[in-house]
């Protein structure tokens, strides 16, 4: 599969694409002014401890305060050993309101929701992961030969001798490095978290005390690997950053780095620009004539899969089968690119034949271990519906790029000028019993309802003057939306 990454960058915002075989895949977005803090360390003060939760709230000089959980202050090995004391696990013994702490971001703000924090800090570099507090020797699961995962738990075993405490995790891309490098690079990490506790000392609290690499250099960090043709930066001084960082931190790929003079945005390249505004729509066409169709909530994203217009060839059960085939790269596809996380519910259609359930959810599974996200398919459940949760860190790509409508509060409909003219009417009667000295009553609306008013309900209208006994005067309001009316006693 061969991969290629836009970088496109403009004084107030950076974006970031991958693209797997002249298709886009995944979209990244930084914004100056909404810069992303997953990966920051701070130095938090404790703001308010929650006993019945087993949590804290903790200021790290947010908007809102962030959130630390129990689970997020012991190790698991540690809690393990503690679990016959359950008056250790407790989170009052553990901190206590105004408590200092260096705490490291694992989750941005999600709407109303703070970041999410830890104590178990790590930090990436290109091969490993060091985790100073916790003495673990990992090696990535994608890493299959066992013959090599033994070399590289050798070597880790000499990093953390040398080192004396900590831990460490071997990425992907740390598969067949010589150990000289993998052992240069654990060094590294050990001056790097020695300079964070130097700084956490001197800091106030409340205070950024590390941050992450800028997203143009986290993509050559993280995405950079043998499977990516090349990099293409459209700023000149960008890519000029990049390819020195490159040539530190990845030497062998550094030539992959290019800099893109060309006429044409680098975006419309692939049409990414046109699949960044489909990704924002409802509906996802397939290529037979089938159809998802993707709702983002609170709680959780739903998937439904339709047939449409695709009607097979053979027989119902066929065609069925072969909508939720296809519909099952487009699923994957499209969670990575629009950053769906948490709860995700898929409604495939429903299949009578117990081995195409099986193929689809094969087929699934296969297409959702391309994802660098954590995916977990938990349960098909007794409706049919597929069950899943998709690790997430940062805010989806509609969250990003867009608000909740004003007129619709969200709620992706309005109520028709019917329905409105009939709350109008119940104003007018509530109005009127309330203010019975009143001449006349003002109605200020906006122009569909007053034409609705003036023509199919005119007669209704006449009555209601009728009843009340008093006139009722309309007054086009051309910034109203299609519900806000005032009803005014004069």
């Given at each position: 599969?061969?991969?290629?990454?836009?970088?496109?960058?403009?004084?107030?915002?950076?974006?970031?694409?991958?693209?797997?075989?002249?298709?886009?895949?995944?979209?990244?977005?930084?914004?100056?002014?909404?810069?992303?803090?997953?990966?920051?360390?701070?130095?938090?003060?404790?703001?308010?401890?929650?006993?019945?939760?087993?949590?804290?709230?903790?200021?790290?000089?947010?908007?809102?305060?962030?959130?630390?959980?129990?689970?997020?202050?012991?190790?698991?090995?540690?809690?393990?050993?503690?679990?016959?004391?359950?008056?250790?696990?407790?989170?009052?013994?553990?901190?206590?309101?105004?408590?200092?702490?260096?705490?490291?971001?694992?989750?941005?703000?999600?709407?109303?929701?703070?970041?999410?924090?830890?104590?178990?800090?790590?930090?990436?570099?290109?091969?490993?992961?060091?985790?100073?507090?916790?003495?673990?020797?990992?090696?990535?699961?994608?890493?299959?030969?066992?013959?090599?995962?033994?070399?590289?738990?050798?070597?880790?075993?000499?990093?953390?001798?040398?080192?004396?405490?900590?831990?460490?995790?071997?990425?992907?891309?740390?598969?067949?490095?010589?150990?000289?490098?993998?052992?240069?690079?654990?060094?590294?990490?050990?001056?790097?978290?020695?300079?964070?506790?130097?700084?956490?000392?001197?800091?106030?609290?409340?205070?950024?005390?590390?941050?992450?690499?800028?997203?143009?250099?986290?993509?050559?960090r993280d995405q950079l690997k043998d499977s990516?043709?090349?990099?293409?930066?459209?700023?000149?001084?960008?890519?000029?950053?990049?390819?020195?960082?490159?040539?530190?931190?990845?030497?062998?790929?550094?030539?992959?780095?290019?800099?893109?003079?060309?006429?044409?945005?680098?975006?419309?390249?692939?049409?990414?620009?046109?699949?960044?505004?489909?990704?924002?729509?409802?509906?996802?066409?397939?290529?037979?004539?089938?159809?998802?169709?993707?709702?983002?909530?609170?709680?959780?994203?739903?998937?439904?899969?339709?047939?449409?217009?695709?009607?097979?060839?053979?027989?119902?059960?066929?065609?069925?089968?072969?909508?939720?085939?296809?519909?099952?790269?487009?699923?994957?596809?499209?969670?990575?690119?629009?950053?769906?996380?948490?709860?995700?519910?898929?409604?495939?259609?429903?299949?009578?034949?117990?081995?195409?359930?099986?193929?689809?959810?094969?087929?699934?599974?296969?297409?959702?271990?391309?994802?660098?996200?954590?995916?977990?398919?938990?349960?098909?459940s007794s409706l049919g519906l597929v069950e899943?949760?998709?690790?997430?860190?940062?805010?989806?790509?509609?969250?990003?790029?867009?608000?909740?409508?004003?007129?619709?509060?969200?709620?992706?409909?309005?109520?028709?000028?019917?329905?409105?003219?009939?709350?109008?009417?119940?104003?007018?009667?509530?109005?009127?019993?309330?203010?019975?000295?009143?001449?006349?009553?003002?109605?200020?609306?906006?122009?569909?309802?007053?034409?609705?008013?003036?023509?199919?309900?005119?007669?209704?209208?006449?009555?209601?003057?009728?009843?009340?006994?008093?006139?009722?005067?309309?007054?086009?309001?051309?910034?109203?939306?299609?519900?806000?009316?005032?009803?005014?006693?004069?």
């Open positions: 599969m061969s991969s290629e990454i836009l970088i496109n960058v403009t004084p107030r915002e950076t974006r970031s694409a991958l693209v797997e075989n002249g298709v886009l895949q995944e979209i990244y977005i930084e914004r100056r002014n909404h810069l992303g803090i997953v990966g920051n360390i701070y130095k938090g003060k404790v703001s308010r401890v929650l006993p019945g939760m087993q949590a804290a709230f903790v200021d790290i000089g947010l908007e809102r305060a962030a959130f630390l959980h129990v689970s997020d202050i012991i190790p698991q090995d540690l809690r393990e050993e503690v679990v016959c004391d359950q008056e250790a696990l407790q989170i009052t013994n553990l901190l206590s309101d105004g408590q200092e702490l260096l705490v490291q971001v694992v989750k941005d703000p999600l709407g109303t929701k703070g970041a999410r924090l830890t104590m178990q800090i790590s930090i990436p570099s290109r091969y490993l992961v060091f985790m100073p507090m916790v003495p673990c020797m990992g090696v990535s699961q994608r890493i299959d030969e066992e013959e090599e995962r033994e070399r590289l738990r050798g070597m880790i075993q000499q990093a953390v001798a040398e080192g004396g405490y900590g831990g460490f995790i071997v990425r992907t891309a740390g598969e067949w490095v010589p150990e000289c490098d993998l052992l240069h690079e654990a060094r590294l990490l050990y001056k790097i978290w020695a300079s964070i506790q130097q700084s956490g000392k001197a800091l106030k609290s409340r205070s950024l005390v590390h941050s992450d690499l800028p997203l143009e250099q986290r993509m050559i990516v043709e090349r990099v293409r930066i459209d700023s000149k001084q960008t890519w000029e950053q990049c390819r020195e960082f490159a040539a530190r931190f990845n030497p062998e790929l550094a030539s992959r780095v290019e800099y893109y003079p060309g006429e044409c945005p680098i975006f419309d390249l692939y049409s990414v620009e046109d699949e960044i505004q489909k990704a924002l729509q409802r509906k996802v066409p397939l290529k037979s004539g089938g159809y998802l169709i993707v709702d983002q909530t609170e709680a959780m994203t739903t998937i439904d899969v339709n047939t449409g217009s695709f009607v097979g060839h053979h027989n119902l059960e066929e065609t069925i089968f072969k909508t939720n085939l296809e519909a099952t790269q487009a699923i994957a596809r499209q969670l990575r690119l629009r950053n769906l996380g948490g709860i995700i519910i898929l409604d495939l259609i429903d299949m009578e034949d117990e081995q195409h359930r099986q193929q689809v959810m094969r087929s699934l599974q296969k297409f959702l271990d391309q994802d660098h996200a954590r995916t977990h398919i938990s349960t098909v899943m949760t998709r690790k997430r860190t940062r805010e989806s790509l509609e969250h990003v790029l867009c608000q909740t409508c004003p007129t619709c509060e969200g709620r992706g409909y309005l109520k028709t000028a019917e329905t409105v003219c009939y709350e109008i009417f119940r104003e007018i009667i509530r109005e009127s019993r309330q203010y019975e000295e009143c001449r006349e009553i003002l109605v200020l609306a906006a122009p569909e309802i007053t034409d609705l008013l003036l023509d199919e309900e005119s007669s209704s209208l006449a009555e209601l003057e009728e009843f009340i006994g008093k006139p009722v005067r309309l007054q086009v309001e051309t910034f109203y939306t299609i519900e806000q009316f005032d009803v005014v006693p004069v």
